[in-house]
């Protein structure tokens, strides 16, 4: 079995899975949106802030941005140690990959917070 | 890590069929969805923080230059989400074929350029 320290789940098969479930959340999330925005062409204020007070939207959307955040680094350490490698910039591969992942992190980090503040605050 | 692992394909060499540009696709229009996050968090937060702020949403998104970021945007989160599905119905055994690689390949390009185009109509 491939395992690496930096993966999420340290194994390859969760990591897919976490991928695919994860995906789907997201699919989800972006279709309901998607199809309300659509059929409320001349969305007032009050209705959009209705849809975020309910319970279960905060529940759907805070629940879309942690599978966001998962499915954003199973994708962005995939593309990490398949890019950043040896053998496409030498030595100072294992640095830039690793630090491209903690910048990711970092950036994974904020967009939670940042969420659910904007969930929190209405 | 072994210090001398195999590198059994240079990738530059290789000349990229269908299925392979709609795969580095789908990674691109990953990475750019990352990025793309941040305005859409922007967005969200602006249209919920006060009515205001959903004016100030509702205004920009009418100017050209704001409507062409968000087809780009929605164009790729379109994109990703078809090639995604694809991958998804790959899992489970559809189109796991040396045919169904090309034929898989044209639906996705297919569908996203049909869901594009619907977003543009609906922006505009």
């Known amino acids: 079995m491939v395992t ?3 993966s999420l789940g340290r194994s390859g098969v969760f990591d897919w899975l976490v991928q695919r ?3 789907v959340v997201l699919l989800a999330w ?4 998607g199809i309300y925005l659509a059929t409320h062409s001349s969305l007032t204020f009050e209705q959009w802030t209705n849809l975020f007070n309910l319970t279960g939207m905060r529940i759907f959307t805070l629940g879309a941005i942690l599978a966001l955040c998962a499915h954003a680094w199973v994708g962005m350490w995939t593309i990490s140690t398949d890019y950043l490698t040896p053998a496409m910039l030498g030595k100072a591969a294992t640095s830039v990959r690793l630090l491209f992942q903690l910048a990711t992190l970092a950036v994974l980090l904020v967009y939670l917070i940042w969420c659910t503040q904007i969930l929190w605050r209405i | 890590m072994k210090p001398k692992r195999p590198v059994n394909l240079d990738i530059g060499t290789i000349d990229l ?5 709609t795969s580095i696709t789908h ?3 990953g990475v750019a969805l990352f990025a ?6 922007y967005l969200l937060n602006q249209s919920l923080v006060s009515e205001q702020g959903f004016l100030y949403v509702r205004s ?3 100017s050209t230059p704001v409507k062409l970021v968000l087809w780009v945007i929605l164009s790729a989160l379109g994109y990703h989400m078809v090639a995604g599905c694809k991958h998804l119905l790959m899992d489970i055994g559809i189109g796991e074929t040396k045919a169904g690689g090309p034929i898989g390949a044209r639906i996705t390009i297919g569908l996203s ?3 594009s185009l619907v977003v543009e109509v609906w922006l505009w």
């Open chain 1, 4 to 6: 690496s320290v930096s």
């Open chain 1, 21 to 23: 479930v994860s995906a």
């Open chain 1, 30 to 33: 972006f279709v309901f949106v």
């Open chain 2, 17 to 21: 069929p269908l299925a392979a540009l």
């Open chain 2, 27 to 29: 990674r691109i229009s």
């Open chain 2, 36 to 41: 793309a996050t941040a305005v859409l968090l």
């Open chain 2, 60 to 62: 920009i998104i009418g």
């Open chain 2, 113 to 115: 350029v049909v869901l």
